[in-house]
Structure formats: structure tokens, C-alpha cells
């Protein structure tokens, strides 16, 4: 469905990957099973979840505030609209993988919360993940 500039809802329960990019008008996203998910540009975007998903490109999406991706090892949100309490849920549920090597967490950018604003438990979760060999990108 990339590029389908219309379109403002989409549920793919079955899908393992999907590519959602420029979907200009999607506000809510919901595809439980897939574990790649690309919908980057798609700057009408609030909602998404995608419990299953270990890679996720979200990049861009201007309007999103609200997130599930309990399985994601490599996350873009850079230029999204991520709030403090949603970044610590994001890093909370990535101390529990294994491999945190593995993280790869771009949540720069945008009006993604500034680390500032952070609470201590999600500046800590932050350097559990570096200290392991993750990287965490944030804005400052």
C-alpha cells in the first residue's frame, strides 16, 4: 500500500511484512503479526501497533504519539512526536530482550521528547542498552 495517499486505516492481521510508506492520510496502523514494518512519511499517522515486529521504520511520521512494539531490536522514529512517557515504554520493553546489542533506537528528532524530559527509569533503560552495545539516538 505504499504511497496509497487516500487511504486512513489499515489492519493486516496475517501480514509478515509490510510497506505502508507516504500514506499520507493513515492515522491508525494495526499489524499484529508482522515482524518488518515500514511506514515511514506517513505524517497523519497517530496510531500504530505492532506487537510482533523486530524492525520498524516509522520515520517521519510527524503525528505519531502512540506506539506498541514490544518485539522491536531496530526502531527509526526519528522526526516523529513521541512523548516522554512513550519513549520510557519503548526502552522498558527493550531491557527485557536479549541481545541488546542488537537495539538499534533512532528517537531523534521531530517533536520526539528531549531527554530532558525524561523520567530516571527510562534514562537508565537508555544506559542498560549503550552499556551493552545498543544504541539509543535521542534528542537532547
Not at 510508506?21 to 497523519?44: E, K, R, V, W, Y
Not at 497517530?46 to 526502531?75: I, K, V, W
Not at 522498558?92 to 527509569?121: C, E, K, M, Y
Amino acid at each position: 500500500c505504499h504511497g496509497c495517499t487516500s487511504l486512513t486505516a489499515l489492519s493486516a492481521p496475517m501480514a509478515n511484512y509490510l510497506y505502508c510508506g507516504g500514506c499520507t492520510s493513515l492515522t491508525a496502523l494495526s499489524a499484529p503479526m508482522a515482524t518488518s514494518l515500514d511506514c515511514h512519511g506517513c505524517t497523519s499517522l497517530t496510531a500504530l501497533s505492532a506487537p510482533m515486529a523486530n524492525y520498524l521504520d516509522c520515520s517521519g511520521c510527524t503525528s505519531l504519539t502512540a506506539l506498541s512494539a514490544p518485539m522491536a531490536t531496530e526502531l527509526n522514529c526519528s522526526g516523529c512526536a513521541l512523548t516522554a512517557t512513550l519513549i520510557a515504554s519503548i526502552l522498558a520493553d527493550a531491557v527485557l530482550l536479549p541481545d541488546l546489542d542488537q537495539i538499534n533506537f533512532d528517537l531523534s528528532g521531530g517533536t520526539n521528547a528531549a531527554i530532558g524530559t525524561w523520567s530516571a527509569q527510562a534514562i537508565a533503560d537508555k544506559n542498560v542498552i549503550i552499556g551493552e552495545g545498543g544504541t539509543v539516538m535521542y534528542n537532547e
